[in-house]
Antibody, heavy 121, light 107 residues
């Protein structure tokens, strides 16, 4: 069974840093694009960042470019999101999601259960 | 950035009726469009990729159609478990973008 389990979400002060992790199992992790998507309280889905197989490409939404870094450790079947200079508007549930095994990032399936990041003083 | 616009924002439907949800892109996507379902308190679930291909385990009452800039998700006969929020997402170009969602509620 394909599983994605996020961790690392917590309450953090504005300007602070946080590292989210996503542990993957049940598939060949290194063969897939991987993505972070977030959902603010009562809001819709917002794509955050995507990393290609082997980390050869990384893409970010403009609002996090330069503050967040997506990375992966294929040996550990893990995806990460380093979040720096956090702002109140980064408050959201962060989902890890698997992309395709193709040359394009594609759709997201499946999704993890999410981890809550709250940025507040 | 490709802007995705979903309509209506809320759709009130009786069980057993057909629901038709629309998604419009600000530029052509070819068929690079996905649909997701999110029930309250749950994680999103992929329904459709490639504009019309149902994901594994998705019932046949869900169908996707369209190409270019206009796409439709149709639920042929709404079941109680189908009341949820539905999102479209384009993967034609960076940044990847979602529509704002359509809530399907019980009439």
């Amino acid at each position: 069974e394909v599983q994605l389990v996020e961790s690392g979400g917590t309450l953090v002060q504005p300007g602070g840093s946080l590292r989210l992790s996503c542990a993957a199992s049940g598939f060949t992790f290194s063969s897939y694009w991987m993505t972070w998507v977030r959902q603010g309280p009562g809001k819709g889905l917002e794509w955050v960042a995507t990393i290609k197989q082997h980390g050869s490409e990384k893409h970010y939404v403009d609002s996090v470019e330069g503050r967040f870094t997506i990375s992966r450790d294929d040996a550990r079947n893990s995806l990460y999101l380093q979040m720096n200079s956090l702002r109140a508007e980064d408050t959201a549930v962060y989902y890890c999601a698997r992309g395709t095994s193709s040359f394009f990032a594609g759709w997201f399936d499946p999704w993890g259960q999410g981890t809550l990041v709250t940025v507040s003083s | 950035e490709i802007v995705m616009t979903q309509s209506p924002a809320t759709l009130s439907v009786s069980p057993g009726e057909r629901a038709t949800l629309s998604c419009r892109a600000s530029q052509s996507l070819n068929n690079n469009l996905a649909w997701y379902q999110q029930k309250p308190g749950q994680t999103p679930r992929l329904l459709i990729s490639g504009a019309s291909t149902r994901a594994t385990g998705i019932p046949a009452r869900f169908s996707g159609s369209g190409s270019g800039t206009e796409f439709t998700l149709t639920i042929s006969s709404l079941q109680s478990e189908d009341f949820a929020v539905y999102y479209c997402q384009q993967y034609y170009n960076w940044p990847l973008t979602f529509g704002q969602g359509t809530k399907v509620e019980i009439k």
